[in-house]
């Protein structure tokens, strides 16, 4: 025999190696399978059994509806896909099944996003419930980003990038979307229906799309540098990720070859002569005869019931609603939560110690609950200012005799725009809704009639 040759191996092309192995569910624990990727895009790895649906341009669900534009993720869509694996899909649609049965007789119906139809849709990574909704732009988290770009006069133009990504909206903008959430609020709870998500990515705005024609909504990827083609406020004319790219070299058969970047249509948003929004998103939604054993209302808009794990109702929304009236009109959440570095305990004692140094100490039930407050408290209720707190309350924003802070903390942030004789009313309307026992809370229909929001009321 001769010498043996000993030849270089070359790997073979991706569409040559063998098939990958199926990945792991979600809710597993599982290696990465793609290389990282940095685009406004959401996870990767989440395009698995139990997952997202890989959704492609043009691609027809139903044998009915054509895809022309990803409107956004984790969220709002015409066409909403919900995972696989999702526990809330079904819960979803039977609460808006029972919701259209009396829209005709409920103004606040007009409010909450209608349901139009739906389906299941078969995918390579399961059953997919889908809801087709009604066109709606985006939710008021990204106008609060679009708004410096719209040609609105009564809108004031951020002066720094930072502010772009604050919540702040004039006060009679504010005013009216407060009015209509809580028409919404009002129809959910006058059917036992609570939402137990209210927050600013679940409002959104309404659209005006008549006579718009279908190429300038159209999500092309061959037309970023068409003039008719729409642009995005953020994030330039770019319109998908780079390619998609396993760790292993082989091709996937879950996630799509692109990631799409969102595009809300933010542009044909009308905020004049008036805003028009309606609540959406009722994947967290109760109803009362069935409530969860936790809501997953964001943690910085939780009631304290939530918190200390006490009996909870609709009173949750009105305590979210009031957070975020606080944020619309200032700009700065009312409780800001740190999270790193952060057990879950500490978050939560964060959380009451911000509201006992903004609205008071808390009654003594609700404090009899709090397991950890002897770290904070001494027998008299008393802040231990040898204690090291997780807060990061500032020695002046200490509770002293049960005295609330709020109106202190409102006039620091209070906007150029709204005088002291509103001041007043707008500070007694935080003090009515974010009151620690939920049957003190008034009612949507109550905060309707509120003085504050018939004070200059643009409506």
Known sequence: MGPNVVKRWT?????????????????????????????????????????????????????????????????????KIVRADSSEASDELSIMALLDDYRASA????HVVELQDSFTHQGPNGTHLCLVLEVMGPSLRIMGQELAYLRAPKVPRPQRTSDVHCLRF?????????????????????????????QPGNILCSVSLHGVPEERLRQDYHSADDPKVERNTFGGNAVRSDPVRRRDGKLDRWAPPHLTYDRPLASYVRLEPKPNV?????????????????????????????ILGEPFDQSIDIWSLGCLAF????????????????????????????????????????????????????????????TTRVSGLNEEEEPENDKPKLGEFFHEYRPAEMSEDEERPF?????????????????????????????????
């Not at 793609?34 to 669900?61: N, S």
């Not at 103004?107 to 007009?110: D, I, K, L, R």
């Open 107 to 110: 103004a606040g119906a007009a």
């Open 327 to 386: 944020e619309f009109i200032t700009g700065e959440q009312l409780f800001s939560l740190w999270s790193w570095g952060f057990t879950r305990q500490e978050m939560d004692d964060n959380h009451l110690l911000a509201m006992t140094a903004i609205l008071g100490h808390l009654p003594e039930p609700l404090f009899q609950k709090w397991a950890r407050a002897d770290r904070y408290f001494g027998p008299d209720r008393k802040l231990l200012k040898s």
């Open 278 to 306: 309606k609540l959406s998103d009722l994947g967290a939604a109760f109803r009362l005869s069935d409530p969860p054993q936790k809501p997953v209302t964001p943690a910085g808009l939780r009631a304290p019931e939530l």
């Open 427 to 459: 500070i007694a309307f935080l003090r009515d809704v974010l009151q620690y026992d939920p049957s003190k809370r008034p009612s949507a229909s109550d905060l309707l009639q509120h003085p504050w929001l018939a004070l200059h009321n643009p409506e």
């Open 170 to 198: 004039p006060v009679w903008i504010t005013k009216v979307m407060l009015r209509q959430v809580l028409l919404a609020l009002e129809f959910l709870h006058r059917n036992d229906i609570v939402h137990a998500d209210l």
């Open 11 to 79: 790997p073979p092309p991706p569409a040559t190696l063998s098939p990958p192995a199926t990945p792991s569910p979600t809710g597993s624990s599982f290696k990465p399978r793609f290389h990282p990727m940095h685009d406004p895009t959401e996870d990767i790895e989440l395009y698995r059994p139990g997952g997202y649906h890989p959704v492609h341009m043009d691609e027809v669900f139903n044998n009915r509806y054509r895809v022309i534009r990803k409107l956004g993720r984790q969220g709002y869509a015409v066409l």
